[in-house]
């Protein structure tokens, strides 16, 4: 009997991870427990784990990528006009020209709203750890677009095809915008919503791709993958910092409780 693969003892081990930390997920609202800085790591591992996993099946064939092929054909068979055309615009607003407009935009408007500029700042950080990483993964890998025949606009992709920029993109904006805002106010109400909503944005994206034929089903979901793994950062950088306030301000209130008061 031939060993179970790494990967596979790697997701399994994270599953029992991701059970023992749910079961914690109230120390969350506590600001000086470093609970939250271990669920950011775990969302690093999480997601680099699921991006190796994905390139095993893309190099070796086999797994998920057996199913890049069927879901393209079927979704190429099933396009219409009127959803390539919503589908298109989707796809547009979401890529490299007008998303860094849209996330510079709401960094300044954040900043200058609250007039606090840690999380803005983090936000920015996100998009470009994501992109950079996503360059050099789609360098690393060099994985071919899928056949001209099967996008919506012949030609008009040329970069390779692994992770799906549009989607790594959009996932890390929902994922650590969501995540900054609701960290603010922990609540599970709250935290579901953010979820779905986040779910849907992402799939959106990630449907479109595909819809127009410029990505193979396991390049939206690495793409994916690459954004849980930067939320993890996001999270780790946040929390200890805010693990670090706390203590600090815990302990400037101890040494004026001790202090005689003069007079």
């Given at each position: 009997?031939?060993?179970?693969?790494?990967?596979r003892?790697a997701?399994?081990?994270?599953?029992?991870s991701?059970?023992?930390?749910?079961?914690?997920r109230?120390?969350?609202?506590?600001?000086?427990?470093?609970?939250?800085?271990?669920?950011?790591?775990?969302?690093?591992?999480?997601?680099?784990?699921?991006?190796?996993v994905?390139?095993?099946?893309?190099?070796?064939?086999?797994?998920?990528a057996e199913?890049?092929l069927?879901?393209?054909?079927?979704?190429?068979?099933?396009?219409?006009?009127?959803?390539?055309?919503?589908?298109?615009g989707?796809?547009?607003?979401?890529g490299?020209?007008?998303?860094?407009?849209?996330?510079?935009?709401?960094?300044?408007?954040?900043?200058?709203?609250?007039?606090?500029?840690?999380?803005?700042?983090?936000?920015a950080?996100?998009?470009?750890?994501?992109?950079?990483?996503s360059?050099?993964?789609?360098?690393?890998?060099?994985?071919?677009?899928?056949?001209l025949?099967?996008?919506?606009?012949?030609?008009s992709?040329?970069?390779?095809?692994?992770?799906?920029?549009?989607?790594?993109?959009?996932?890390?904006?929902?994922?650590?915008?969501g995540?900054?805002?609701?960290?603010r106010?922990?609540?599970?109400?709250?935290?579901?919503?953010?979820?779905?909503?986040?779910?849907?944005?992402?799939a959106?994206?990630?449907?479109?791709?595909?819809?127009?034929?410029?990505?193979?089903?396991?390049?939206v979901?690495?793409?994916?993958?690459?954004a849980?793994?930067?939320l993890?950062?996001?999270?780790?950088?946040?929390?200890r910092?805010?693990?670090?306030?706390a203590?600090?301000?815990?302990?400037?209130?101890g040494?004026?409780?001790?202090?005689t008061p003069?007079?």
């Open positions: 009997m031939s060993p179970e693969p790494w990967y003892r997701a399994a081990a994270t599953r029992r991701s059970l023992a930390l749910w079961a914690r109230g120390e969350v609202r506590d600001p000086t427990s470093g609970a939250a800085v271990v669920i950011g790591l775990l969302l690093v591992v999480v997601g680099v784990v699921g991006l190796l994905v390139h095993d099946a893309v190099a070796e064939g086999d797994d998920l199913a890049d069927p879901v393209l054909d079927w979704l190429v068979a099933a396009r219409g006009p009127a959803v390539t055309a919503f589908l298109t989707v796809s547009a607003v979401t490299p020209s007008v998303l860094p407009v849209v996330v510079v935009a709401a960094c300044l408007v954040w900043g200058l709203v609250t007039r606090s500029w840690w999380q803005p700042a983090l936000l950080g996100a998009m470009v750890l994501s992109t950079l990483v360059v050099a993964i789609k360098s690393a890998v060099g994985r071919p677009r899928p056949p025949d099967t996008m919506s606009v012949p030609g992709e040329s970069t390779y095809s692994f992770p799906s920029g549009h989607t790594v993109g959009t996932a890390t904006f929902l994922l650590t915008a995540y900054l805002i609701w960290i106010s922990p609540h599970v109400r709250s935290l579901v919503l953010w979820a779905l909503s986040t779910g849907l944005g992402i959106l994206v990630a449907g479109s791709r595909l819809y127009l034929g410029y990505h193979f089903l396991t390049d979901i690495a793409g994916f993958a690459l849980v793994a930067v993890g950062v996001v999270v780790v950088v946040d929390r910092r805010a693990v670090r306030a203590r600090m301000t815990a302990g400037a209130g040494d004026d409780a001790g202090a003069a007079g």
